[in-house]
């Protein structure tokens, strides 16, 4: 049996030790104060259950508390900043699963621009114009025509406006290019091309390629066409970025990665210039796949060229193709379209 005066002093111990794990245990409370505190406000926690609350605390990006005004008083210190909301409707960030965030900044800052309902003669004034400011034999790289038209597109309604320039223009779906007879040359398609798998060129009576291509084709053209500079990219993501940002976007699956892209982002990260979470889409199998399903497959052997996963960016995603799109284009349907075509 113990002794009297053991008992008391184990008490003894065992009090003082709870003591201090109670004194500990507030000072760690203590400790933790937010970086800032929104308060008087109508927030939406889109949990489960639809919760709306009046005030939220965060610290290094994260919630930490989320209740109502006098809740934040324990996470409040001298170095919080609050900010009275005054009723005003708060809610998460938006995530855009699906964009081309990049590729719509450059066509913003340097496309050749028309209106998707443009007609051919829109598009021809509109490509002349940009061929104009052109020295002789640089691209022009232009948007957005209305794949409706691509059945009767032609590269000579491109050579009329722009002769000496490659022209190479996108279309509404993502999906169609429309090249005139220099870029046709430039990216050697020829009678005697083949398909590609995932792609096709569409053609003529006598086989000769009209000017429209669709999906895998297009790399063809973006093997030999001249890429945006580093300087072009980083501006096109910082101009895209902030007008999501602006709209509430603080996240993007983007649906299109490359390395020069990814360059871009972590740039941009670096210097504190980046302020919305990426999710990277390589292309495997999609039109602007440059390199073989193998090759792109070894960047996934090891992070030597993709990188880490940092507080932003996640490199780690993939794209692939499984069809293509309505007009008859690859898009598998069991019954005849709706315009006719198979």
Same mark, same amino acid.
């Given at each position: ?8 002093? &184990? ?14 245990? *507030?000072?760690? @409370? ?23 609350? *009046? ?70 004034? @509109? ?17 957005? &025509? ?105 996240? @993007? ?46 960047? &996934? ?42």
């Amino acid at each position: 049996m113990f002794s009297s005066s053991f008992t008391r002093s &184990f008490f003894a111990l065992f009090l003082a030790t709870c003591a201090l794990l109670s004194v500990s245990s *507030q000072l760690a @409370a203590e400790a933790v104060v937010a970086d800032t505190v929104f308060r008087n406000g109508d927030i939406h926690t889109i949990d489960t259950l639809g919760s709306r609350v *009046q005030a939220v605390a965060i610290k290094d990006g994260k919630f930490i508390k989320v209740g109502n005004n006098d809740d934040m008083k324990a996470v409040t210190g001298k170095g919080t900043e609050v900010i009275n909301l005054h009723g005003k409707m708060v809610m998460p960030g938006i995530i855009d699963t699906h964009i081309h965030a990049v590729r719509g900044g450059l066509g913003q800052l340097y496309f050749c621009q028309f209106p998707v309902e443009s007609s051919v003669e829109q598009i021809q004034a @509109a490509v002349k114009k940009c061929a104009a400011k052109k020295k002789k034999g640089e691209w022009i790289e232009g948007k957005t &025509f209305n794949s409706a038209m691509a059945k009767k597109l032609t590269a000579a309604m491109l050579d009329k406006v722009a002769p000496d320039n490659p022209v190479y223009l996108h279309d509404d779906t993502n999906h169609l290019g429309w090249l005139n007879t220099a870029a046709l040359k430039a990216a050697k398609i020829t009678k005697d091309t083949p398909d590609p798998a995932g792609g096709s060129i569409n053609r003529d009576s006598s086989g000769n390629p009209t000017g429209v291509i669709h999906d895998a084709a297009a790399a063809l053209v973006i093997k030999v066409m001249t890429p945006p500079t580093a300087d072009e990219l980083r501006k096109s993501a910082q101009w895209i970025f902030d007008k999501l940002n602006a709209y509430g976007v603080t996240g @993007a699956i983007l649906a299109q990665m490359d390395q020069g892209r990814l360059d871009a982002y972590r740039a941009m990260e670096k210097d504190g210039d980046l302020h919305i979470r990426l999710q990277g889409s390589w292309d495997f199998n999609t039109r602007y796949a440059t390199v073989t399903i193998d090759k792109m497959a070894a960047r &996934f052997a090891t992070r030597d060229k993709r990188g880490p996963i940092s507080d932003l960016i996640n490199p780690d995603g993939v794209k692939i193709y499984a069809d293509g799109v309505w007009l008859g284009y690859g898009s598998p349907f069991i019954d005849m379209y709706e315009t006719g075509e198979t």
